[in-house]
C-alpha cells in the first residue's frame, strides 16, 4: 500500500477473519488471518485485528506502541516493576505503551484494534521479568 492512499478501516477489517478463542500458544500462522497490514509506517507498521481470547507477552524495544480499540473491549496489561498494571479499554479508547515495557491482552469477549507498532517485536508465553 502506497504512503499517499487513503485507507478506509472498516473496509480493511472485511479483509481479516475473526480468530476465536486466542491464547499465548496460539501461532503466527494460525492468526495471520485475523491481523493485517494497513501500511508501513517508521520502523513499524499500522495494524488492525479482530480476536477473542489471550494473547502472549509482547514488547517493543525500540519505540513506543499506540493501541487504539475499535469495537469490543479488552484489558491490555502493562508489566512494570514485575507488577501488572490492567488497563480497561473499550471501543473509542487508546492508551500508548512505552518503549520496552512488556504488555498483553485479554478479550474474552473479542475486541477489534488498531495498532502503532515498531518493530522489532519480542514475544514470551511465560510471565518475563520486567525492567
Known amino acids: 500500500m502506497s504512503k499517499s492512499e487513503v485507507i478506509t478501516i472498516d473496509e480493511q477489517f472485511s479483509n481479516v ?4 478463542g486466542r491464547t499465548p500458544e496460539t501461532t503466527d500462522v494460525e492468526a495471520k488471518d485475523a491481523f493485517a497490514l494497513l501500511s508501513e509506517y517508521r520502523d513499524g507498521g499500522i495494524y488492525v485485528a479482530h480476536y477473542s481470547g489471550f494473547s502472549e507477552w509482547e514488547r517493543h524495544p525500540q519505540g513506543d506502541e499506540f493501541v487504539q480499540v475499535l469495537g469490543g473491549e479488552t484489558v491490555l496489561i502493562l508489566l512494570k516493576n514485575n507488577v501488572e498494571q490492567r488497563n480497561n479499554l473499550s471501543s473509542g479508547q487508546m492508551l500508548v505503551i ?3 515495557v512488556w504488555h498483553r491482552f485479554e478479550s474474552p469477549n473479542g475486541v477489534k484494534v488498531m495498532t502503532i507498532t515498531p518493530q522489532p517485536t519480542e514475544h514470551s508465553v ?3 521479568v520486567s525492567t
Open 98 to 100: 512505552p518503549k520496552g
Open 126 to 128: 511465560e510471565l518475563p
Open 17 to 20: 477473519t475473526f480468530l476465536n
